[in-house]
């Protein structure tokens, strides 16, 4: 039998990737999805977690980041909390992917690209705690 979610709470280190990266592979991987969908999804929670460790915490203390997987009626749905700075990605200003690589600004790709690989996104402040839900849609893997 497939489990149909598992949650994961990995410390505030980037040190934590392969942790998150093993066990995104081992529930695509038990879900059947194609290597393009696991891909997507991969890249896309990779990038937000790596932006919470690097730029959510304004302390050298350690957080935990909470992160929800569940699968729903062929749809992936992704929670990730935490309790780091107030962001919402949502609103990130979308990179100048036109203009030369080395004239580009730094940052925000990685949501961007996030943003283009996922089929919906929601943002919301609850307390001290910042909660993005991501959807995936997952038919035809």
Known sequence: MIADSVSLELKNSLSELS?????LEQFGE??????KILFEISLSIEELFSNIVSY???????????LAI?????????????????????TAEKPDCECPIEQRKIGNLGIHLTK???????????GNKNI??????????
């Open 70 to 90: 569940s699968h729903e009626d062929e749809m992936l749905i992704i929670r990730l909390e935490d309790d780091g700075i107030p962001f919402d990605p949502l």
């Open 56 to 66: 959510g915490y304004t302390d050298d203390a350690v957080h935990w980041i909470k």
């Open 132 to 141: 993005l839900t991501v959807k995936k849609k997952i038919t035809g893997t």
């Open 30 to 35: 038990a879900l059947g999805l194609s290597s």
């Open 116 to 126: 283009k690989f996922m089929d919906d996104m929601v943002y919301e402040r609850q």
């Open 19 to 23: 942790t998150l990266g093993s066990s």
